[in-house]
C-alpha cells in the first residue's frame, strides 16, 4: 500500500516545479563593457528580463522623459516584468535613443560600467500567472542577497570582465541558477510582498495558490480552500487577510483575473470560454467583474495588450 505525499512534499514539488520552468525559460540575451554616454531601452518587451550589473553603476527607469526610480551598483540585479517599457542608462536623464542601441562600446581594461541582461519566458500556467502577480520590477541589492547568490553573481561578473571564449556559455549556464536563487528569494520572504504573491511566502497558503491557479473555474468557498490547507474556516480567513491583506473571495478573484488576462493576451478565446474557464458562468458577470478590477472592459484589454 503506497504512502500519500505530506502537504509540504506536495508544496515543495509545485515551487520546484515552478523554479524548474523559470530555469528552463531563462536565455543570456546581452553583455556588454560600457563607457561614455549610453542607454538600453526595451520598448514593451513580450518577456520578462533580469538585468545585471557587473560593474560600475547604472540607473533604471521606465521612460525616459521622466527621473529615474532607481540607482543600480555593481552585483546589484533586478526582476523587470514582461511587458513593462524600462531602460537602463549612465545617466538618471538619458538622452532618447533607438531602441537596444548603444551608444559606447568599451574592451574590458577601458569599461566604467558593465550589464549582462537576460530574458525570461513564462511557459506555463503556473509560470504565467506567478509572474503577473509579482509587481513591474523587483530589485535585490548585493547586500541583501544570500551568500550562494552572492557567489552565482560573482562568477558572471567575472566571466563578463574577462571576456574570454567560452564565456558566453558560461554566463547562460549561470543563468538558470540565478533565476532560481532570485525566486527563492521572493519566495522565502526576503521581499516585502503584499496580495496573492504574499501567500506564497505561507507554508500554509502557498499550495493553495498553486491549486487555484490550475484550477480557476473550481467552486472556491471558505469551508472547501480552509479544507485544502488543514485550518478552520475562521483560522484560514483570518490567516488569509493577514498574509495578503485579502479576503479569501478576493484572493480567489484576482489569481481568476490574472488568469483572465493571460487568456485575452494569449489566445483568441471567446469572452464566454475564458469566462467559462475562471469561474464565471455568464460573460456578462466576468465582463463587469474584469471591468471593475482591471479598469476597462475585456474586449479593449484585449486590443490594447496586442
Known sequence: MSKLASPLANIHARVDLLLNQVAQGTEFHFQSGL?????????????????????????????PQQPSVLELNAGDIIFVNQGVSHFLSHSPVPNDIAEHELASFCEPEHQQEGVVCYDIDSPSQITDTVFRLLPPWLV?????????????????????????PGGSAIVQRLSDVLAIHLLRAVIDGHQELTGPLAALQDKYLRDLVFTIIEHPAANWSVESMAKQVFLSPSAFAERCHKQTG????????????????????????????IAQQVGYQSVAAFSRFFKRYAG???????????
Not at 561614455?36 to 550589473?53: E, F, Q, R, S
Not at 488576462?261 to 483568441?268: E, S
Not at 476597462?296 to 496586442?306: F, H, K, M, Q, V
Request: hydrophobic fraction near 40%; proline fraction near 3%.
Open 246 to 273: 485579502l479576503s479569501p473571495k478576493k484572493l480567489v478573484d484576482q489569481l481568476r483575473m490574472q488568469r483572465a488576462r493571460m487568456l485575452l493576451n494569449n489566445t483568441a478565446l471567446p469572452l464566454t470560454a
Open 35 to 63: 563607457c561614455g554616454d549610453w542607454t538600453l531601452m526595451a520598448n514593451k518587451p513580450t518577456k520578462a528580463a533580469l538585468h545585471l550589473v557587473t560593474e560600475g553603476h547604472c540607473w533604471f527607469g521606465l521612460s
Open 296 to 306: 476597462i472592459a475585456a474586449s479593449d484589454y484585449r486590443e490594447t495588450s496586442r
Open 140 to 164: 535585490l541589492s548585493h547586500e541583501r542577497q544570500a551568500n550562494e547568490m552572492k557567489a552565482i553573481i560573482d562568477m558572471i561578473r567575472a566571466e563578463a570582465k574577462r571576456n574570454e
